[in-house]
């Protein structure tokens, strides 16, 4: 939620995909008018931290569509690497669409971890 809000904004949510959640797979959506205002990467930043620290997971996977700009440019953003294009995963209004798909590895977020305090929305 952004800063002095009571209005959620979006959702994130993460699935494991093995015994112990040493993969998951992570899910997100923001709201149109809120896209582009640093408030999806600052709560991507704390969902991380979760994931990596609490949960103790080892590798997370998010996809994103193709043509989906600014959720590929935020996952870059967030120091994910591009595996693969998954061809057809996606049945979106009734098309199947391509979608790629980004990981992040435990070591990985470690290097990427900001060295100033984040600002939460």
């Not at 112990?20 to 704390?46: I, P, Q, S």
């Not at 798909?101 to 070591?107: G, M, N, R, S």
Request: negative net charge; aromatic residues 10%; charged residues 25%.
């Amino acid at each position: 939620m952004p800063h002095n809000s009571e209005q959620a904004v979006g959702w994130s949510r993460v699935r494991s995909l093995e015994p112990g959640f040493k993969t998951a797979e992570w899910d997100f959506a923001l709201a149109v008018e809120y896209r582009g205002t640093g408030v999806f990467v600052d709560g991507a930043r704390l969902m991380l931290d979760f994931v990596f620290a609490a949960i103790g997971a080892h590798r997370l996977e998010a996809r994103v569509a193709v043509d989906n700009g600014r959720g590929n440019g935020a996952l870059r953003k967030l120091g994910a690497v591009r595996e693969c294009e998954l061809r057809g995963s996606f049945l979106h209004e009734g098309e199947y669409i391509d979608q790629r798909l980004w990981t992040i590895l435990l070591e990985e977020w470690h290097k990427a971890l900001p060295v100033s305090p984040m600002v939460v929305h």
